[in-house]
Every structure is written in structure tokens, then in C-alpha cells.
């Protein structure tokens, strides 16, 4: 009987030493968890490692604060970066004032006379000459129909409503006659010389506010395809691929002329009298802009 109640004993108290070490243990995690969500971690690693512990501590807080200066110096360099691309993207826009032409075009008149007139189009050299047009809605009205709305030849230089009329888009297209007289877009075909190609480098877009320079990058013999159709320029896979394929074309390449992706392109497209399947191309690249009067 005695050993009997001794074994009952030891099982008990073996129960009891089990049940007080469940509570203590569970005791240290919620006083964990509460320094921990109080912010007292340093008290933690103090009582639970003593000298040891703080030195832990001190070793995690500074590397944390090591980690953040890192950070914050990236993003420090980062705006710098940025804040310097963008002032040289501003100072190649600067136009040379030798380069510079007035901008004397009259929009109000012209405007009164015809609202879809924006722009006028200057290049030196030819006979391009002309204010630009857009009709709302009609695609092609302006192929047909002179400013005065005058159906028949010569038309008008003109785009259509899918380009924006500030020339912000990374493709502008403008279309215009090759008429034989050279007037329109006929004096293009200058450019297939190439004593005039390297002469005669410039376009000028004139708008009410400002004008816009353009170098003209490539004059080739190209499809007939519709450009806008057949690449989506937003994408530089499609805008790098045109680019590549004026390179592959009959013509004229200003090789040393670099075209990334992004760059603001104005294409001059007109017919080719022996060749009605080919539009001949003048592609020219935004180079500057300035202010009227300035």
C-alpha cells in the first residue's frame, strides 16, 4: 500500500512541476508579445540576455538605421538622376538663334477664313510653304479640297484626326500632292538628291504659340502601307521597327543621326509618280522649339 501511494504522489507532483512550467512559459509570451507591440524591445533583449542582449539590440537598431540612409541616398540619387535627364532633355530643345525663323503667321485670319487651319509648315530650300489642316472627322477631306474648301486638286497639306495638333505624338503624319509644278509636297523630291539632303537638314512647324524644329532624319522611297495601321508607335517595338525599316529602304539615311524610343517624329508623305504602289517619306525628328517672338 505504502509504495502504492508513494508512485500516486510522484505522479502528481511530476503533474504539478508540468502545469507550472506550461504557465510560465505561456507568462513569457504574453510578455513578449506585450514589449514587443509596446516598443520595448530593448527591455526584452535585456531581460532575457542581460548585457548580451543589449548589445544585440543596439547591433539590429543600427544596422536598420544603416539600411535606411542607403535607401534614402538611392532615392536622393534617383531624383537626381531624373532632375538631370530632364534638364538635358530642356536644353536640347533649345534652338540656336541662327537656326531660329520668325513666326509671323496671322492664325486668327487664317482661322477666320478656315477653323480646321493649326499649323503652318516652312521648309527652306522648297517650295513647302503652306498652312496645315485637319478636318473633325473626315480622314482624307483635305486631299481633295483646298482651304477654301474648293473641291478638286491641289488640296492642302493636311493630317488626320488621330494625330493631336500640338505634335506631341511620337508620329505626326502629313500628307500632301506631289504635283508637277512642285507645289504642295512636289518640291519633296528634292530630297532624293543628295547634295540637297545634307544641305537643306530643316522643317519648321509653326503654331500660334511657338515653333517646333525638326531635323530631317531619312528621305526614302517606302510601302504604301498605312502607317498608323501598320505600327502602333506608342510601343517601341513597333516604333524602333519603323525606324529599321526607313534604314532598309531606297534613299537617303542621315546615319549619324541616333532615333530612340520616344523621340517626336514628323513624316511628310506624298506620291511617287512611276511608282503608285511606294509613298516617298521625309522623316524628320523634333530638334527644338521656341516661343513666338522669342
Not at 520595448?40 to 540612409?69: D, I, N, P, V
Not at 523621340?263 to 511606294?278: E, H, Q, V, W
Request: aromatic residues 12%; hydrophobic residues 40%.
Amino acid at each position: 500500500m505504502n509504495e502504492r501511494i508513494r508512485q500516486k504522489r510522484k505522479q502528481v507532483r511530476n503533474r504539478i512541476f508540468i502545469l507550472l512550467g506550461t504557465m510560465l512559459t505561456v507568462s513569457l509570451i504574453f510578455a513578449a508579445c506585450f514589449w514587443v507591440k509596446s516598443g520595448r524591445t530593448e527591455a526584452l533583449f535585456e531581460a532575457l540576455l542581460g548585457e548580451k542582449g543589449r548589445s544585440l539590440q543596439e547591433g539590429a537598431g543600427f544596422q536598420a538605421a544603416m539600411t535606411a540612409k542607403v535607401q534614402k541616398a538611392k532615392a536622393k540619387a534617383a531624383a537626381r538622376a531624373e532632375e538631370e535627364e530632364r534638364a538635358l532633355k530642356e536644353i536640347s530643345r533649345e534652338v540656336a538663334p541662327s537656326l531660329r525663323i520668325e513666326n509671323t503667321v496671322d492664325f486668327t485670319a487664317l482661322k477666320e477664313q478656315n477653323r480646321d487651319v493649326y499649323a503652318w509648315i516652312f521648309i527652306p530650300g522648297t517650295k513647302v510653304d503652306y498652312p496645315v489642316l485637319q478636318h473633325p472627322v473626315q480622314d482624307e477631306y483635305y486631299l481633295n479640297h483646298t482651304i477654301d474648301h474648293v473641291s478638286g486638286l491641289p488640296g492642302s497639306i493636311y493630317s488626320e484626326p488621330i494625330h493631336p495638333k500640338d505634335f506631341s505624338a511620337h508620329q505626326t503624319i502629313l500628307y500632301g500632292h506631289n504635283m508637277k509644278n512642285d507645289t504642295m509636297f512636289g518640291s519633296l523630291h528634292d530630297y532624293e538628291n543628295s547634295a540637297f539632303f545634307e544641305e537643306q537638314p530643316y522643317v519648321y512647324i509653326h503654331l500660334p504659340d511657338r515653333t517646333l524644329l525638326y531635323q530631317i532624319f531619312a528621305a526614302v522611297q517606302f510601302s504604301d502601307a498605312y502607317l498608323p495601321g501598320f505600327y502602333d508607335f506608342e510601343e517601341e517595338e513597333a516604333f524602333m521597327s519603323f525606324i529599321e525599316d526607313l534604314r532598309n529602304s531606297p534613299g537617303l539615311i542621315r546615319e549619324n543621326m541616333e532615333v530612340p524610343f520616344g523621340s517626336r517624329l514628323l513624316t511628310l508623305s506624298t506620291c511617287i509618280g512611276d511608282a503608285p504602289k511606294n509613298r516617298f517619306l521625309v522623316v524628320a525628328l523634333l530638334a527644338g522649339e521656341y516661343e513666338k517672338g522669342s
